[in-house]
């Protein structure tokens, strides 16, 4: 790619809208505070090691998730998107587009929380695999960035396993809920995207996966064979 690529007929892309994206495996649609919240709550009741690397949370009570779920509905800020699979048609976690940069085409998929029933499961992925190609096709952004704990050794594996390109540390980056947090920081390029997309793509389509569901190509495997 172009170290300096002409850039004179840019023109900022549109902020993301709560919306429904839809896919094999997986369903995303606006947070919905009010018709979520039982859902939420009952595949996060007693499971609090689910917040751990996330900026709020654990929750005592439906009531606060609720009132936490308000906030993120009604906010600027981000736009939360609920996580579906087909499979159980229940509400099974969240993620949204955050630190919106519509002028720069830059943004970043954060506040993802997944349940245990729904973390490594093909529905995560392919929850991942909707929100970054809404971005890059849909909208016209021109880099996706992923950003976590730098603690948070599942989610730097996962943001590599995505396709993202690990940057480097941001050290006492942040305080989060008392404690100092480095930040690691992951991008992906609207250059590398129809290489992602590819695998992406490779890695769902269902003769990948046996008679129980087991993969028969990793999504790290195919991306190796498409570079």
Known sequence: MPQNPDLASWKPVALPNPQRLAGQFVHLAPLRAERHVAELWKGVEGHDEVWDYLSDGPYGSEAE???????????SSA????IIPVSSASVEGYASY??????NGVIEVGNI????????????????????????EDLGYRRYEWKCNA????????????GFTFEGIFRQHMIIKGRNRDTAW?????????QRKAAFE?????ANFDSEGQQRQSLAEIAAKLR
């Open 186 to 194: 992951f991008s992906m390029l609207d250059t590398e995207w129809p």
């Open 151 to 162: 603690n948070n050794v599942p989610s730097r594996r996962a943001a590599l396993r995505y």
């Open 98 to 103: 955050m630190r919106m940069d519509p002028a």
């Open 79 to 82: 736009v939360f998107l609920t």
């Open 65 to 75: 998730l609720r009132s936490a779920l308000e906030a993120k509905e009604s906010g």
């Open 202 to 206: 490779a890695w769902l389509k269902p």
């Open 113 to 136: 929380m997944m349940t245990p029933s729904l973390q490594k499961t093909t529905a995560a992925t392919e929850a991942m695999y909707l929100m970054a190609r809404h971005i890059f």
